[in-house]
Protein backbone atom coordinates (compact mmCIF):
# COMPACT_ATOMS: atom_id res chain seq x y z
CA UNK A 1 0.00 0.00 0.00
CA UNK A 2 2.53 2.47 1.13
CA UNK A 3 4.84 1.46 -2.28
CA UNK A 4 1.80 2.38 -4.27
CA UNK A 5 1.30 5.98 -2.42
CA UNK A 6 5.19 6.57 -2.99
CA UNK A 7 4.61 5.74 -6.31
CA UNK A 8 1.53 7.88 -6.91
CA UNK A 9 3.32 10.87 -4.93
CA UNK A 10 6.48 10.92 -7.43
CA UNK A 11 4.16 10.12 -10.45
CA UNK A 12 5.90 7.50 -11.11
CA UNK A 13 2.37 5.40 -11.53
CA UNK A 14 1.98 7.47 -14.84
CA UNK A 15 4.50 5.84 -16.54
CA UNK A 16 3.08 3.11 -18.74
CA UNK A 17 4.48 -0.09 -20.76
CA UNK A 18 3.08 -1.67 -23.60
CA UNK A 19 1.27 -4.66 -23.35
CA UNK A 20 2.20 -7.43 -25.97
CA UNK A 21 -0.52 -8.98 -27.79
CA UNK A 22 -0.46 -12.13 -26.33
CA UNK A 23 -1.46 -10.55 -22.55
CA UNK A 24 -4.68 -8.37 -24.55
CA UNK A 25 -7.17 -11.00 -23.38
CA UNK A 26 -6.02 -10.19 -20.09
CA UNK A 27 -6.76 -5.92 -19.29
CA UNK A 28 -9.58 -4.27 -18.81
CA UNK A 29 -10.40 -2.74 -22.16
CA UNK A 30 -10.97 -6.06 -23.41
CA UNK A 31 -14.22 -6.07 -22.17
CA UNK A 32 -15.84 -3.41 -23.61
CA UNK A 33 -14.77 -4.04 -26.84
CA UNK A 34 -17.49 -4.88 -29.74
CA UNK A 35 -16.03 -8.06 -31.11
CA UNK A 36 -19.34 -8.84 -32.37
CA UNK A 37 -18.91 -6.06 -35.01
CA UNK A 38 -15.55 -7.30 -35.35
CA UNK A 39 -13.30 -4.95 -33.29
CA UNK A 40 -9.91 -6.11 -32.24
CA UNK A 41 -7.26 -4.28 -30.15
CA UNK A 42 -3.61 -3.47 -32.25
CA UNK A 43 -1.95 -1.39 -29.58
CA UNK A 44 -1.95 -0.63 -25.44
CA UNK A 45 -0.61 0.82 -23.40
CA UNK A 46 -1.03 0.38 -19.75
CA UNK A 47 -0.06 2.62 -16.50
CA UNK A 48 -1.06 1.85 -12.82
CA UNK A 49 -3.55 4.09 -13.41
CA UNK A 50 -4.94 4.47 -17.32
CA UNK A 51 -4.94 1.86 -20.33
CA UNK A 52 -4.82 3.54 -23.75
CA UNK A 53 -6.23 0.63 -25.96
CA UNK A 54 -6.07 1.33 -29.93
CA UNK A 55 -8.56 -0.88 -31.54
CA UNK A 56 -9.13 -1.08 -35.50
CA UNK A 57 -12.43 1.17 -34.74
CA UNK A 58 -11.58 3.29 -31.72
CA UNK A 59 -9.32 4.64 -29.02
CA UNK A 60 -10.89 2.78 -25.35
CA UNK A 61 -9.37 4.65 -22.70
CA UNK A 62 -10.15 3.30 -19.43
CA UNK A 63 -9.69 6.24 -17.18
CA UNK A 64 -8.47 5.79 -13.81
CA UNK A 65 -9.18 8.34 -10.92
CA UNK A 66 -5.73 7.14 -9.00
CA UNK A 67 -3.17 4.57 -8.62
CA UNK A 68 -4.87 3.60 -5.43
CA UNK A 69 -8.28 3.46 -6.33
CA UNK A 70 -10.49 0.86 -8.48
CA UNK A 71 -12.85 3.55 -9.89
CA UNK A 72 -12.51 3.09 -13.06
CA UNK A 73 -14.30 5.41 -16.54
CA UNK A 74 -14.58 3.91 -20.08
CA UNK A 75 -14.83 6.79 -22.41
CA UNK A 76 -14.23 5.78 -26.38
CA UNK A 77 -13.86 7.67 -29.07
CA UNK A 78 -14.60 6.03 -32.56
CA UNK A 79 -12.42 7.16 -35.65
CA UNK A 80 -15.44 7.35 -37.68
CA UNK A 81 -16.71 10.84 -35.77
CA UNK A 82 -13.39 11.77 -33.66
CA UNK A 83 -10.05 12.69 -36.31
CA UNK A 84 -6.91 12.25 -35.05
CA UNK A 85 -4.79 15.12 -35.41
CA UNK A 86 -1.37 16.97 -33.82
CA UNK A 87 0.26 13.43 -33.42
CA UNK A 88 3.59 13.97 -31.86
CA UNK A 89 6.33 11.83 -29.95
CA UNK A 90 8.98 13.38 -27.57
CA UNK A 91 11.81 10.94 -27.22
CA UNK A 92 14.06 10.90 -23.96
CA UNK A 93 16.90 12.70 -22.74
CA UNK A 94 19.60 12.01 -21.10
CA UNK A 95 18.27 11.13 -17.42
CA UNK A 96 14.63 10.91 -18.65
CA UNK A 97 12.74 7.45 -17.57
CA UNK A 98 10.44 7.99 -20.23
CA UNK A 99 9.12 8.74 -23.71
CA UNK A 100 5.92 10.54 -24.17
CA UNK A 101 3.39 10.67 -27.62
CA UNK A 102 0.59 13.56 -27.46
CA UNK A 103 -2.06 14.08 -30.02
CA UNK A 104 -5.84 15.11 -30.49
CA UNK A 105 -8.94 13.17 -31.27
CA UNK A 106 -12.13 15.02 -32.05
CA UNK A 107 -12.53 18.52 -30.55
CA UNK A 108 -11.89 17.18 -26.89
CA UNK A 109 -8.52 17.74 -24.50
CA UNK A 110 -5.07 16.74 -26.25
CA UNK A 111 -3.80 13.63 -24.77
CA UNK A 112 -0.86 13.40 -23.44
CA UNK A 113 0.61 9.65 -22.62
CA UNK A 114 3.81 8.49 -20.92
CA UNK A 115 6.14 5.70 -21.84
CA UNK A 116 8.77 4.11 -20.39
CA UNK A 117 11.72 4.84 -22.78
CA UNK A 118 12.97 1.50 -23.57
CA UNK A 119 9.63 1.21 -25.40
CA UNK A 120 10.75 3.24 -27.72
CA UNK A 121 10.54 1.29 -30.87
CA UNK A 122 6.77 0.31 -30.51
CA UNK A 123 5.71 3.49 -29.96
CA UNK A 124 7.22 4.77 -33.23
CA UNK A 125 5.23 2.39 -34.76
CA UNK A 126 1.79 3.63 -32.91
CA UNK A 127 3.22 7.30 -33.76
CA UNK A 128 3.35 6.02 -37.64
CA UNK A 129 -0.33 4.60 -37.36
CA UNK A 130 -1.87 7.59 -35.82
CA UNK A 131 -0.48 9.99 -38.01
CA UNK A 132 -1.30 7.75 -41.13
CA UNK A 133 -5.43 7.65 -39.85
CA UNK A 134 -5.10 11.61 -39.28
CA UNK A 135 -4.29 11.85 -42.99
CA UNK A 136 -6.60 9.54 -44.09
CA UNK A 137 -9.32 11.23 -42.18
CA UNK A 138 -8.30 14.59 -43.82
CA UNK A 139 -8.76 13.18 -47.00
CA UNK A 140 -12.27 11.56 -46.22
CA UNK A 141 -13.47 14.58 -44.98
CA UNK A 142 -12.17 17.07 -48.67
CA UNK A 143 -14.22 14.43 -50.40
CA UNK A 144 -17.31 14.53 -48.25
CA UNK A 145 -16.93 18.31 -48.88
CA UNK A 146 -16.30 18.16 -52.25
CA UNK A 147 -19.39 15.24 -52.85
CA UNK A 148 -21.82 17.77 -50.67
CA UNK A 149 -20.75 20.34 -53.20
CA UNK A 150 -21.64 18.58 -56.46
CA UNK A 151 -24.72 17.91 -55.18
CA UNK A 152 -25.53 21.68 -54.73
CA UNK A 153 -24.50 22.51 -58.40
CA UNK A 154 -26.66 19.42 -59.35
CA UNK A 155 -29.63 21.06 -57.72
CA UNK A 156 -29.18 24.33 -59.43
CA UNK A 157 -29.20 22.70 -62.40
CA UNK A 158 -33.17 22.08 -61.76
CA UNK A 159 -34.27 25.67 -62.87
CA UNK A 160 -37.51 26.84 -61.02
CA UNK A 161 -39.17 27.45 -64.81
CA UNK A 162 -38.30 23.62 -66.36
CA UNK A 163 -40.98 21.96 -67.21
CA UNK A 164 -39.64 18.45 -65.84
CA UNK A 165 -42.67 15.82 -64.72
CA UNK A 166 -42.96 14.79 -61.18
CA UNK A 167 -41.85 11.19 -62.30
CA UNK A 168 -38.84 12.80 -63.52
CA UNK A 169 -37.79 15.04 -60.32
CA UNK A 170 -38.80 12.00 -58.59
CA UNK A 171 -36.76 9.75 -60.22
CA UNK A 172 -33.56 11.89 -60.71
CA UNK A 173 -33.87 13.25 -56.88
CA UNK A 174 -34.37 9.23 -55.87
CA UNK A 175 -30.87 8.26 -58.22
CA UNK A 176 -29.20 11.27 -56.62
CA UNK A 177 -29.48 10.95 -53.03
CA UNK A 178 -28.64 7.16 -53.11
CA UNK A 179 -25.03 8.36 -55.30
CA UNK A 180 -24.49 11.06 -52.53
CA UNK A 181 -25.26 8.55 -49.62
CA UNK A 182 -23.04 6.13 -51.06
CA UNK A 183 -20.02 8.37 -51.79
CA UNK A 184 -20.74 10.28 -48.10
CA UNK A 185 -21.68 7.37 -45.59
CA UNK A 186 -19.62 4.61 -47.14
CA UNK A 187 -16.80 5.81 -49.75
CA UNK A 188 -15.87 8.04 -47.55
CA UNK A 189 -16.79 7.42 -44.12
CA UNK A 190 -14.28 4.98 -42.99
CA UNK A 191 -14.73 2.86 -40.09
CA UNK A 192 -12.33 0.56 -39.52
CA UNK A 193 -8.57 1.23 -39.89
CA UNK A 194 -7.50 -2.23 -39.17
CA UNK A 195 -5.12 -1.60 -42.83
CA UNK A 196 -3.49 0.89 -41.08
CA UNK A 197 -2.51 -1.22 -38.04
CA UNK A 198 -1.31 -4.32 -39.73
CA UNK A 199 0.61 -2.25 -41.76
CA UNK A 200 2.66 0.04 -38.99
CA UNK A 201 2.39 -2.26 -35.38
CA UNK A 202 4.65 -5.08 -34.68
CA UNK A 203 3.31 -7.20 -32.44
Same mark, same amino acid.
Given at each position: ?? /?? =????? =?????? %???? @??????????????????????????? &?????????????????????? &?????????????????????????????????????? *??? @?? &?????????????? !???????????????? $????? *???? !? %??? %???? /??? $??????????????????? #? #??????? &???????????????
Amino acid at each position: MF /KK =LASEA =LGLSDI %GVIV @PASEFNKVDADDYLFSEDGEKIFFLIK &SKKDEYCFTNLALVHVDGESAV &SSKRVIKRYDYLSHRISHVTLETAGTIDMDVEIKFRIG *AGE @PF &SIDVRKNFIEQLKD !LYKALHSIGKLQERDE $QARDI *AMQC !L %GVT %GQMF /KLG $QEVSEEAVSRHYVSLLNTV #N #NVVLEKF &SRKDYAAVFERYIQN
